[in-house]
């Protein structure tokens, strides 16, 4: 039995395909002698495809950030252009009769080998770009890395070192039942990805990778984090009957989705969904979701080689919008980079990307994809009741700056007589510790803010949230944490404008009656999957009984003690039933 950190409830019971991510992800297979040469075409096809993105993406950021960041593209087309790294891998796929991924993994490996033992430091640096560049072919190669699942006959389950978001996207037509991984925290972008869509999850198993081969049966618990590799007849009946008492809470659940989440004392709370496609409208409002609190944009730029264009957008936010007309829908700008990296947006790699050009940075320094994103949004808000918010804001000239393109981008639509709200909304996520000191200056500039606890967390208590080893530290009821909810909501209010909580926390029901009882919260946003069960919390408290808990849990002075605390009292009010 395993243990590691459940991030997707959900059981399931499948068979293993162990997928090699820790360097280049490569599953192999042989290849009939008569289709070889195709196989090396379908090779040197994607190399050619390779160097071409790159000097596009050279072209592209070259005109933007100047020329002497693009050291690294150079460094890539020179490794391209490497007759050794080309030459070993069709001399693989022709002697071994094996296909072009599982033939560059081992030439790549082998580069990477060298690399390790030359003494020159800045040399051994580079091994890091030769994998980075594995991927990229890798990526042309295969297109997509799940294709090979679909010949499986069986229902599997993904073991692997890590899985990226977009990974995630490629699972959901295949016959991926869930995944479990080596590395990741509990709030990482994965994670949320899998329960949103319903694919129960384990992360941050450490060595499940070596603990199991392809074909093994494997039990996932995505609520508790147990994993079982081949389990006796008991472990399954065990397993069976967790399934059960599973299902049976979920559709009791379901019987309260069209009730109001509104405390005992008449105190409403609207209760929104985050998502991450915007084909996931009909199974938010399944969920009894009341609009979109938070729509991850970053999908859309996500699986694919060009970048979205102004009419993608516009076509993708209109749907939602119209789609859900009169409830509301908070577009988030691009909130690329930390554990969201895309190549083709941005190709430097960065040492800690959590700290890097993310969020309304990464929109600032790259104009023109932030306008075309902006042009869709407006244009979109004719149709419904849209509204847009930026992500990762750490001083108030961003939102100055980031406004003032807004009114530009306004200003250019109206000369063009194209419609648009003219009031469209505009808010923040608090999701920086520097937002939260000076959130009396930014509600000054903004309609709203949205509290983004999972950064807020991260960046508070200083841990990577796809870092394992210190998902200890992910801590919603720290001290530090509620001290800032708190100051964010009164600031908030003395300037009359509206605060919602978005992150992870809020779709957790042990942390409800804090954040309801710290301040005024009108608007909870939460994965779809939680609203239930937070809807049914909310129905059995009154506002004045919690605000009571909150002023106990924040006069405490450690977490556990919180913790302990936030237990005992919603066993005490769960049992009033
Ligand atoms: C957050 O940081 O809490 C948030 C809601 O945004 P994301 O999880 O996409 O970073
Ligand atoms: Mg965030």
Redesign the pocket.
């Given at each position: 039995m395993f243990k590691g950190i459940g991030v997707s409830r959900g059981t399931v019971i499948g068979k293993v395909c162990l997928v090699d991510r820790s360097s280049i992800c490569a599953i192999k297979y042989k290849v009939e002698r008569a289709k070889i040469d195709d196989e090396v075409g379908r090779f040197t096809d994607a190399v050619e495809d390779t160097k071409s993105q790159i000097r596009e993406i050279k072209a592209r950021v070259s005109k933007d950030v100047g020329s002497k960041h693009v050291y690294i593209l150079d460094t890539y087309i020179m490794i391209l252009e490497d007759e050794m790294l080309i030459n070993e891998t069709i001399k693989g796929i022709k002697e071994e009769y094996v296909n072009a991924e599982w033939a560059l993994k081992v030439s790549l490996d082998r580069f990477a080998g060298l690399f390790d033992s030359v003494e020159d430091e800045y040399l051994r640096g580079r091994k890091l770009d030769i994998q980075q560049l594995g991927s990229k072919i890798m990526s042309n190669l295969t297109g997509n890395l799940y294709e090979d699942l679909s010949d499986m006959d069986e229902s599997i389950v993904i073991v692997a070192h890590d899985i990226t978001p977009s990974d995630i996207i490629q699972m959901i037509s295949k016959k991926v039942l869930g995944f479990v991984t080596d590395i990741g925290g509990k709030?990482s972008?994965t994670g949320?990805m899998a329960f949103a869509l319903g694919i129960p999850a384990v992360v941050g198993l450490k060595d499940i990778t070596t603990n199991v081969k392809t074909g093994d049966s494997i039990m996932v618990d995505g609520e508790s984090g147990i994993v079982v590799v081949n389990p006796s007849k008991k472990d399954l009946r065990d397993f069976l009957k967790k399934q059960q008492g599973y299902k049976y809470y979920e559709e009791k659940l379901e019987e309260i989705k069209d009730l109001p989440a509104e405390t005992k004392d008449g105190y409403e709370v609207k209760l929104m969904a985050?998502i991450e496609y915007s084909n996931e409208i009909v199974s938010i409002l399944n969920y009894g979701a009341e609009g979109i609190g938070?729509y991850?944009t970053e999908y859309l730029y996500l699986n694919r080689r060009d970048l979205p264009s102004e009419e993608d957008h516009f076509l993708d936010y209109k749907k939602l919008g119209k789609g859900l007309y009169p409830k509301s829908v908070v577009i988030r700008t691009l909130?690329i980079g930390a554990d969201k990296f895309h190549f083709h947006l941005d190709p430097i790699q960065e040492a800690n990307p959590a700290l890097g050009l993310r969020g309304i940075r990464f929109s600032l320094s790259h104009l023109d994809i932030f306008k075309t994103q902006l042009r869709g949004i407006l244009r979109a808000s004719y149709y419904g009741d849209i509204k847009i918010m930026y992500?990762m804001i750490s001083t108030i000239e961003e939102v100055r700056e980031a406004n003032k393109i807004v009114k530009d981008v306004q200003d250019e639509l109206t000369q063009k007589g194209i419609p648009f709200n003219k009031d469209i909304e505009i808010g923040v996520?608090i999701?920086t510790p520097s937002a939260v000191m000076i959130a009396d200056l930014l509600a000054k500039e903004v309609n709203f803010f949205s509290i983004?606890?999972?950064?807020?967390i991260q960046y508070t208590l200083a841990i990577d949230r796809v870092n394992e080893r210190v998902t200890y530290l992910y801590q919603p009821l720290h001290p530090s944490i509620l001290r800032m909810i708190k100051s964010v909501l009164s600031a908030a209010h003395k300037e009359g404008i509206s605060v919602g909580i978005?992150?992870?926390m809020g779709g957790d029901p042990l942390n409800i009656m804090i954040l309801l009882g710290l301040g005024e919260i009108r608007e909870l946003s939460m994965n779809p999957r939680s609203i239930p069960e937070i809807k049914k919390m909310i129905r059995l408290i009154t506002l004045e009984e919690v605000r009571g808990i909150a002023d106990r849990a924040i006069s405490l002075t450690s977490v556990d003690e919180i913790n302990e605390f936030a237990k005992n009292e919603m066993e005490r009010l769960s049992s009033r039933e």
């Open positions: 709030t972008h949320i985050n938070l991850r909130d992500p996520l999701e983004g606890t999972n950064d807020l978005c992150g992870e």
